[in-house]
């Protein structure tokens, strides 16, 4: 399978992706997954957790701004999901620069079945038990991705994507590097979560999740190559960039795609 088919398997069954996320990209995160064909929802309601994962295709758990309510929403949610055989993606967001995140993501790593775990290389590093550092949410400059991929992963008893400057994904016995992408990408809040959501739509599509996740990272990185070909800043990226989810197709992609 290919960036290309699988994206147009997105297109034709549109599925429907739970997010519990932070209110910090819930507008681009919401674009971005209509811009590839897929159907977005949005909710922190413990109430519906377990009604809306049932009725989707994959649930990403996102915790950017987390709160003890929220994370109960998302073990909720979660436990439904595992319950009807839908993935599970974990952004670990922020992970390592708080004790209450650090918590959080322990808990749904014990309690739940993730599909995929995707963040930066600081905040997988730091799930790595690696010396990273975390500023924020921003990743370590210039780390070794594939390294940090194969130490998590290792660590953690699941597949992981870490981004950076070259994104790499590994399920413990098959490594995928991604030399797509751009600059501008850290620029924009929001973009990495976004890529999370995007690789659970990918998922949703297939079950085979190192193929779906180096096809969805591959295919958002060229994607991000073509929004900043006008060499403009951060708020037109933005637009640009939703703009060339919805419009990829294998002419644009072929050329681009650096996959390993």
Do not use: K, W
Request: proline share 4%; with cysteine; hydrophobic share 45%.
């Amino acid at each position: 399978m290919t960036a290309l088919t699988s994206i147009d398997r997105v297109r034709a069954q549109h599925p429907l992706i739970f997010n519990i996320t932070n209110a910090v990209v819930t507008d681009l995160t919401a674009n971005g997954l209509l811009a590839v064909g897929a159907s977005p929802v949005m909710s922190n309601a413990l109430e519906e957790a377990a009604d809306m994962a049932a009725a989707a295709d994959a649930l990403v758990l996102n915790i950017g701004t987390p709160s003890a309510a929220q994370v109960e929403a998302m073990l909720a949610a979660g436990r439904a999901a595992n319950q009807h055989g839908i993935p599970v993606v974990l952004d670990p967001v922020g992970v390592g620069a708080t004790p209450f995140r650090n918590r959080t993501v322990r808990t749904l790593l014990d309690e739940l079945e993730l599909a995929l775990i995707r963040g930066n290389a600081g905040e997988l590093g730091y799930l790595a038990g690696l010396d990273s550092r975390v500023s924020g949410v921003d990743a370590t400059a210039g780390a070794d991705t594939p390294a940090i991929a194969e130490r998590a992963c290792e660590q953690l008893g699941l597949p992981v994507l870490v981004t950076g400057r070259e994104d790499a994904m590994t399920d413990g016995s098959t490594l995928h590097v991604v030399r797509n992408g751009h600059p501008l990408l850290s620029r924009v809040t929001g973009t990495g979560c976004l890529l999370s959501s995007i690789t659970a739509a990918f998922l949703a599509c297939d079950d085979q999740v190192m193929r779906a996740t180096a096809d969805a990272t591959g295919f958002y990185g060229v994607a991000a190559e073509l929004a900043a070909a006008h060499g403009e800043g951060p708020g037109s990226f933005r637009h640009r960039l939703l703009d060339r989810l919805a419009e990829l197709d294998t002419a644009g992609l072929t050329p681009h795609l650096q996959l390993d």
